[in-house]
T-cell receptor
Framework: GAVVSQHPSWVICKSGTSVKIECRSLDFQATTMFWYRQFPKQSLMLMATSNEGSKATYEQGVEKDKFLINHASLTLSTLTVTSAHPEDSSFYIC????????????FGDGTRLSIL | KQEVTQIPAALSVPEGENLVLNCSFTDSAIYNLQWFRQDPGKGLTSLLLIQSSQREQTSGRLNASLDKSSGRSTLYIAASQPGDSATYLCAVRLGAGNMLTFGGGTRLMVKP
């Protein structure tokens, strides 16, 4: 079946560091990719939606300059958390969807980000 | 605004029981509905996808039903096993290009 690969799975770094998370669709072309954030024991919160080759659409309350999203190809999207601080510590999950509208949306395994 | 609610929030059952997880949504004009499983510290695994024109989907011991008019979906798990322990999330999509709206999830524990 379709697979979405997310890397790295766990990051621990100092406050002020910028962290890049990659999301790849391995066996299908992801025309749309989504980035979610999940706090412990809570459901997923959509941060932004990106279509290949265009600027990401951010949800209300999500800082565009803080969370930089690039979707340069049909198989790769990146989320960069710029100048990360402890409050950015969270579980980030990417998701990808192909061109066919009636296909399921597939998710990566998530990245646990811990900012010290 | 679409709201998705899952009941119960948590469920603990002995191994072998058949169980039902509930999902309700406020806007019945959905495009499709998807059930996911999430293990602790992991991403989401898609279990079943039901299109708006369908009433149910089955995969192994899992059966998901959809009643659009009442804004409800159920996930039926037959002969539950300890390995079924996870959080189960339902999500609905209003249109082909729309985002998924998630419920809060049901945390299931199946005791051996």
């Amino acid at each position: 079946g379709a697979v979405v690969s997310q890397h790295p799975s766990w990051v621990i770094c100092k406050s002020g560091t910028s962290v890049k998370i990659e999301c790849r669709s391995l066996d299908f072309q992801a025309t749309t990719m989504f980035w979610y954030r999940q706090f412990p024991k809570q459901s997923l919160m959509l941060m932004a939606t990106s279509n290949e080759g265009s600027k990401a659409t951010y949800e209300q309350g999500v800082e565009k300059d803080k969370f930089l999203i690039n979707h340069a190809s049909l198989t790769l999207s990146t989320l960069t958390v710029t100048s990360a601080h402890p409050e950015d510590s969270s579980f980030y999950i990417c998701s990808a969807k192909g061109q066919t509208s009636n296909q399921p949306q597939h998710f990566g395994d998530g990245t646990r980000l811990s900012i010290l | 605004k679409q709201e998705v609610t899952q009941i119960p929030a948590a469920l603990s059952v002995p191994e072998g029981e058949n169980l039902v997880l509930n999902c309700s949504f406020t806007d019945s004009a959905i495009y499709n509905l998807q059930w996911f499983r999430q293990d602790p510290g992991k991403g989401l695994t898609s279990l079943l996808l039901i299109q708006s024109s369908q009433r149910e989907q089955t995969s192994g011991r899992l059966n998901a039903s959809l009643d659009k008019s009442s804004g409800r979906s159920t996930l039926y798990i037959a002969a539950s096993q300890p390995g079924d322990s996870a959080t189960y999330l339902c999500a609905v999509r209003l249109g082909a290009g729309n985002m998924l709206t998630f419920g809060g999830g049901t945390r299931l524990m199946v005791k051996p």
